[in-house]
């Protein structure tokens, strides 16, 4: 049941929700707060993504509920975490578009919604007047886009254009301006495997990224980190992942490179291919033993070649992508709907750099568990500067609703986030988080887990195919590396997080509890 009901939402005459503020959420794929200046300035810099959080805020504690693509798309269009909103893994997962979502109370609310770029839930799109996706995971270069029709029609070009060219003109063109409406841009950038636009295929070149702290982490104690298949080293592709392609040297990734870079037209493919096979034939040189077949080497120096390469393609495919928000931005303050929209930039989780060695996402520890998160504020809402509480992916929807007027149903997971972008500190705001990831046995081999966290110390549980806790104290170990779970004087420390664990799971109505019962 709702907190008003839907039936006097829907009787809502059109002008008090043209009064409302409009939404243009902008969410990229893989993109993490280390690769965004505003959060980190060791690697890049995001003039334009620093230009949301500079005239808006920034929020320092923002995670997901379920690090992967498709589940964490279905956390924020649901307000719910993973075990009710039906989609918990992308391998088996298909997102049951008849449910109760944020874009269709909008649309009940009298708000006019558009979904442009990266679906990845499976099912076609509901509650949107207007979508265009991609199929599947989509191709940067020429990519194909499933029409409201059910056609699929090939657009010339680099994706991330695009896609912006497609929110801009749905703005421009296709919007109701008598209605106040909610537009999702949804980016493939920043997604594996970092194909650059090509005006930016030598950018960065001449830069060395430093290695991470925990680069050559050993995992001790760390039994499920050590069974993972993500690890620069050993499992990156040489030619999918760091484009070291050769015509004798078939990977297992080989084929699907190669028909993503065939999408390139001639005389780009010709560049394209320039470029990268004179990186190909010094690396081969320099490392002649990987031109036999064998993909990994597990030397220090191909490691530390691999991580160059994926941080230099990682940084271009973010230089593109910030450009684009850096086109919407202006767009709206020409259009004169700046003061009018409140924007929101995100990704559908964090990613890892090189810590721990890895790429890629899915566990609770933190480079992935937490995503960036920075808004800017329509005129009225006068908060500038940094959010300090926690929040979570399940937050945006309520958030949303609370912001159109829009009645928040009870069976939503998370919490509006209007309080504390007016400045308000609840006393009753959340002390830690839930998560749940499920996807095992599955691509990079990361073993099923739940956890809370409670802001510094962190409790995990590895289950089914392996039984293993992890606890972790953020304040002294904040890179994650001593496991002090049934280590002297942790007792009361663990027992405290188990009450507040469980305490989650029924609150969230998690079945696990009943397999795995806790004390």
């Known amino acids: ?225 050590a069974a993972q298949e993500m690890h620069i080293d050993r499992d990156m ?54 031109a036999d077949g064998r993909t990994t080497d597990h030397s220090r120096e191909v490691a530390i070649f691999k991580y160059q390469r994926y941080m230099r393609d990682y940084a271009k495919v973010v230089k593109s992508l910030d450009d684009n928000v850096g086109r919407v931005l202006d767009y709206l303050k020409a259009a004169g709907l700046d003061d009018s929209t409140l924007v929101v930039y995100t990704s559908d989780q964090g990613f890892y750099m090189g810590e721990h060695g890895w790429f890629d996402k899915r566990f609770m520890y933190e480079e992935s568990f937490s995503t960036p998160l920075i808004m800017k504020l329509p005129k009225g809402m006068t908060l500038r500067g940094d959010i300090n509480e926690m929040v979570q992916n399940i937050d945006y929807a309520p ?8 009645p928040i149903p009870d069976d939503i997971h998370g919490v509006s986030l209007l309080p504390l972008l007016r400045g308000e500190h609840p006393k009753d705001w959340r002390q830690s988080l839930y998560y749940h990831y499920y996807e095992y046995p599955a691509e990079h081999s990361v073993k099923r887990h739940y956890g809370v966290f409670d802001g510094r110390y962190k409790l995990i549980h590895f289950y089914r195919d392996i039984d293993q806790w992890e606890l972790f104290d953020l304040q002294s170990d904040p890179h994650e590396l001593h496991n002090i779970y049934g280590t002297e004087g942790t007792k009361r420390l663990t027992q405290r997080l188990m009450r507040e664990l469980k305490r989650l799971q029924q ?13």
Request: charged letters at 20%.
């Open 237 to 290: 592709d040489i030619v999918y992942d760091t484009k070291m392609f050769r015509p004798d040297l078939h990977t297992r990734l080989t084929p699907n490179y190669r028909r993503m870079v065939s999408r390139l037209d001639g005389r780009d493919q010709q560049e394209y291919d320039w470029f990268y096979d004179s990186l190909s034939l010094d690396f081969y040189r320099r490392f002649p033993q990987m």
């Open 1 to 225: 049941m709702s907190r008003i009901s839907l039936l006097a939402l829907a009787a809502l005459p059109a002008a008090v929700s043209a009064q409302r503020y409009n939404i243009v959420y902008i969410m990229t794929d893989d993109h993490t707060a280390q690769m965004m200046s505003c959060y980190d300035t060791r690697y890049i810099e995001t003039p334009n993504l620093d230009r949301i959080a500079r005239d808006g805020v920034r929020f320092t504690r923002s995670y997901v509920a379920n690090s992967l693509s498709g589940p964490s798309r279905a956390c924020m269009l649901t307000g719910k975490h993973s075990h009710a909103n039906g989609f918990t893994n992308n391998e088996h997962g298909i997102f049951d578009g008849s449910q109760q979502t944020m874009p269709k109370l909008l649309q009940r609310a009298g708000y006019q919604t558009a979904m442009i770029g990266k679906w990845h839930l499976v099912s076609l799109p509901t509650g949107f007047d207007y979508w265009n996706i991609l199929p599947e995971q989509g191709d940067y270069y020429n990519p194909d886009f499933i029409t409201m029709t059910g056609d699929t029609v090939t657009e010339h070009g680099y994706l991330t254009n695009i896609v912006t060219d497609k929110a801009i003109n749905w703005l421009e063109n296709q919007r109701d301006p008598s209605r106040p409406f909610l537009l999702l841009i949804h980016h493939k950038a920043c997604h594996r495997n970092w194909l650059p636009e090509l005006k930016y295929l030598r950018e960065y070149e001449d830069v060395t990224f430093p290695l991470p702290e925990t680069f050559f982490d050993n995992y001790a104690g760390r039994e499920a980190a």
């Open 507 to 519: 609150q969230y109505n998690d079945p696990i509890l009943e397999q795995f019962p806790l004390p």
């Open 399 to 406: 958030t949303f609703l609370d912001i159109a007027g829009a």
